[in-house]
């Protein structure tokens, strides 16, 4: 028999004590099992993509290479470099259009 | 207790920055793996890089270092050496034009087709090959034998490839 037969209980409880999915959860999943989120992704994506965000971005990332040379760069150098610009520089009639199919996908999934 | 719609908006802040901070990552990790692959032209090194090959360029180009301050000392049994860079020019027998002998294989790229922006140069041979395989009938219009004098006529002066002059083909 094997040595593993014998272990000692998975302690449960641990994890799942006092921890209900929170609302965000919830929705989270509803978004990710409906193909919901991916597509509200791509849309995000592209509509980025059309009014220059995306390059505005890479440029950012690409004088701040040259700066620090690229041999001293990490991934996260660029996301803490790109994270507030690119939260603020996004256009309103993008972020009112996802808002917008966000909000409509809530109200759909009847919560 | 904020109203249900208070809550909807909270909530569809938040999975908008989520979504958004996905892209930014992408964003980034795409910008870093462009610049750690040495992908983009546009930093300062690759400028170095492509001025000093295009100075090596001109040097192997410039005629007076045909095999004199040569570093590949070749001598064959004749005593000779040769020029680091074929020199010789000659007609290329596709377009026509003079090349370079060493210019030649990069040129027979553009010239055949296979570089970039190479498609749409269409000679003589190609059309004429085209019209020989795909068509029947001859070609009443074009006949590119019957007016060219020199190189398409044997030393006996009977011209080659006659089927677009008089509708029958004549074995030279």
């Known amino acids: ?111 | 207790m904020s109203g249900p719609n208070e809550d909807n908006t909270q909530l569809s802040s938040h999975f908008l920055g989520d979504l958004l901070d996905s892209i930014i990552v992408d964003v980034a990790s795409e910008c870093h793996r462009i610049a750690k692959l040495g992908l983009d032209h546009n930093l300062e090194e690759e400028e170095k890089e492509l001025r000093l090959s295009a100075q090596a360029r001109a040097r192997v180009a410039d005629p007076s270092n045909s095999g004199e301050t040569n570093n590949k000392y070749v001598v064959d049994i004749f005593g000779r050496t040769h020029p680091s860079v074929a020199s010789e020019i000659f007609e290329c027998m596709n377009c026509g034009k003079s090349i370079v002998a060493g210019r030649f294989a990069p040129h027979l790229e553009n010239c055949m087709g296979k570089g970039r922006k190479a498609r749409r140069k269409v000679t003589r041979s190609s059309t004429a090959a085209q019209n020989r395989y795909s068509r029947g009938s001859p070609v009443s219009t074009y006949s590119p034998y019957s007016n060219s004098t020199s190189t398409n006529r044997l030393s006996n002066g009977t011209p080659v490839g006659e089927e677009y002059s008089n509708g029958t083909y004549e074995e030279p």
């Open chain 1, 1 to 111: 028999m094997k040595h593993s037969v014998n272990r000692p209980p998975t302690p449960d409880g641990v994890v799942d004590q006092g921890k209900e999915p929170t609302l965000q959860e919830i929705i989270n999943i509803k978004l990710i099992e409906s193909g919901e989120k991916e597509r509200l992704m791509e849309l995000l994506r592209e509509r980025l993509i059309e009014c220059g965000w995306k390059d505005e971005m890479k440029a950012l990332c690409r004088a701040y290479i040259k700066k620090k040379g690229r041999n001293n760069v990490t991934v996260d150098d660029l996301v803490h470099l790109i994270t507030p610009k690119g939260r603020a520089s996004i256009p309103d009639s993008i972020k009112a259009e996802l808002l917008q199919r966000i909000r409509s996908f809530l109200v759909s999934t009847a919560l």
